[in-house]
C-alpha cells in the first residue's frame, strides 16, 4: 500500500510561483510512474504531468509546457512540480498519482495511488 501526501498549494498572483511536492510512504516508489493530476471547479480531472520511474523521461500537457516541471527524488521518495508562470486557468485542486508502470499515460485510469489534493489558486 502506498499514501501520498501533496503539499505546496496556495494562493498566488498571476505571473507568480509555486511548488508542489508530493511525499510517499508505505512502499518505495522505484517501479512506479508519477504525476500530477488536476481538477478544476465544474472540470474533469486532466493530466498535468508525468515522469517515468526512473526519472529520466518527463511528459506534459501542452498548457503546461515551458511553465511546469516536474522531477522526482528517489531517496526521498518524493516527487515535485515546479509552477512558474501560473495564469488564472490554472487554479484547480491538484493531485499526485502513482502507476505500476514505467511511463506515465494521461488515462487516469491507469493510476493506483491518489493524494487527497493540494489547492492552487491563481488570481488575476
Known amino acids: 500500500q502506498v499514501q501520498l501526501v501533496e503539499s505546496g498549494g496556495g494562493l498566488v498572483q498571476a505571473g507568480g510561483s509555486l511548488r508542489l511536492s508530493c511525499a510517499a510512504s508505505g512502499r518505495t516508489l522505484r517501479n512506479y510512474a508519477m504525476a500530477w493530476i488536476r481538477q478544476a471547479p465544474g472540470k474533469e480531472r486532466e493530466f498535468v504531468a508525468g515522469?517515468?520511474?526512473?526519472?529520466?523521461?518527463?511528459y506534459g500537457a501542452d498548457s503546461v509546457k515551458g511553465r511546469f516541471t516536474i522531477s522526482r527524488d528517489a531517496a526521498k521518495n518524493t516527487m515535485y512540480l515546479q509552477m512558474n508562470s501560473l495564469e488564472p486557468e490554472d487554479t484547480a485542486v491538484h493531485y499526485c498519482a502513482a502507476a505500476a508502470r514505467e511511463r506515465p499515460i494521461s488515462w487516469l485510469r491507469a493510476y493506483d495511488y491518489w493524494g487527497q489534493g493540494t489547492q492552487v489558486t491563481v488570481s488575476s
Open positions: 515522469i517515468s520511474w526512473s526519472g529520466d523521461s518527463t
